[in-house]
């Protein structure tokens, strides 16, 4: 699974997919949206879909195809590998979604939350696979939220479709159990997980291009859940005191803004009361180098990319 194009840039989205077999143009096809990584407080999130003709469903079905979840390593990556053999049937397309994407979005003038994010993304790649002449007659999807809401919203969008949202459907419906493999399953690269990881996300994951070029960077991130310990101490780690976080990090997570409020440094705007400034430290110290911020360090890539460096004097 190529994702060159992520690590290239991952500040926004890109999108994979295998070629559409023939057969899928011409016959009725059944279609299963799935995503990986909604959770974790470090890489990205991935959507998927998979979909297949009707009539080859129960070929589909004889690979065993399962929830992801309850699914080795070993499992995924075969039954992964047997979709990518089926070709001439099962076709597939993702939408690997940046860290820096999420939080931005989040956190926008316009609040645009998780929730909204997500069911955007689904209806993006059903509309895609539209687009690329698959003959889509039935969509079944995981639900995010309340599945009855979820429905009818994909149910305005795609009106000649019938579509079915349910909770839990990567347990009930083999396509989407394909559309769950496909989100975890590429070449296995996988991190520490307390659960068995979602392994296409991994391998973002693990080719991860820290734009931020980190000194003495610490790549044992723990699973990216916000309760991991690990993970926790890796984000205290990889704080810049003004800058925050790397772009690997979701910003907008509460375990990060926590982290933030303590480690990084406090801002005083100028129509701050003053009982409010009381005690805090003067920004510019960190450009001076005064007082207890007086440390050597590399600048940071703000000023490098636009060519700024200290002036002693104006």
Known sequence: MDLSELEKDNTGRCRLSSPVPAVCRKEPC??????AGRGPVLGPMVYAICYCPLSRLADLEALKV???KTLSESERERLFAKMQE????????????????ISTSMLGRVKYN?????????TGLIQYALDQGVNVTQVFVD??????TYQKRLQQ??????????????????????????????????????????????????????VEKL????????????????TKVWLKEHVEPVFGFPQFVRFSWRTAQTILEKEAKDVI????????????????????????????????????ERGLEPAASL
């Open 269 to 304: 705007w100028e129509d701050s009361a003053p009982a409010d400034q009381e005690g805090l430290g003067k920004i510019t110290s960190y450009f001076l180098n005064e007082g207890s911020c007086a440390c050597p360090r590399a600048s940071h890539r703000y000023f490098l």
């Open 143 to 148: 639900t995010i939220g309340m599945p009855e």
């Open 86 to 101: 089926d070709g001439d049937f099962v076709g597939w397309a993702l939408d690997v979604l940046s860290p820096n994407l």
């Open 215 to 230: 000194q003495d960077l610490d790549t044992d991130y723990g699973s990216g859940y916000p309760n991991d310990p690990k």
């Open 114 to 122: 998780l929730n909204s994010l997500s069911h955007d993304t689904a």
């Open 30 to 35: 059944i279609l299963g949206v799935d995503e």
């Open 157 to 210: 969008s795609f009106p000649g479709i019938e579509v079915t949202v349910k909770a839990k459907a990567d347990a009930l419906y083999p396509v989407v159990s394909a559309a769950s493999i496909c989100a975890k399953a590429s070449t296995l690269l996988a991190t520490a997980s307390f659960h068995h990881p979602p392994v296409a996300r991994d391998q973002a994951v693990k080719n991860w291009q820290f």
């Open 66 to 68: 399962a929830d992801s």
